[in-house]
């Protein structure tokens, strides 16, 4: 009922840009908060970045004053904003949502999870 899609991914050299897009789609009415994660081959996933739906956002230590979060609530989308980008980087990208729907008595909040997309930093 809820799918968000990631877009964006790809290969760049160290020191460069790439910007990915997460568009969520479905039957709700509200999407809470936003946020990035990735995982690196054999490592657990991580937080990258979050955004609430007002536009407070929290980021890893490790990509402060390299990324940005910022989302369009209007489109129902997030986006990340990756600059001075370094091989440590290199990982799958997921977006993760908050997402509020009706049920046929009521509503519910659930978190959903992106296919993920792939970035990748060469040296």
């Known amino acids: 009922q809820v799918q968000l899609v990631e877009s964006g991914g790809g290969l760049v050299q160290a020191g460069g840009s790439l910007r990915l897009s997460c568009a969520a789609s479905g039957s709700f009415f509200s999407i809470n908060a936003m946020g990035w994660y990735r995982q690196a081959p054999g490592k657990q996933r991580e937080l990258v970045a979050t955004?609430?739906?007002?536009?407070?956002?929290n980021y890893a230590d490790s990509v402060k004053g390299r990324f940005t979060i910022s989302r369009d609530n209007t489109k129902n989308t997030a986006y990340l904003q990756m600059n001075s980008l370094k091989p440590e980087d290199t990982a799958v990208y997921y977006c993760n949502a908050d997402v509020s729907r009706f049920t046929p008595t009521s509503s519910v909040t659930a978190n959903y999870w992106g296919q993920g997309t792939q970035v990748t930093v060469s040296s």
């Open positions: 955004v609430t739906r007002g536009g407070s956002t």
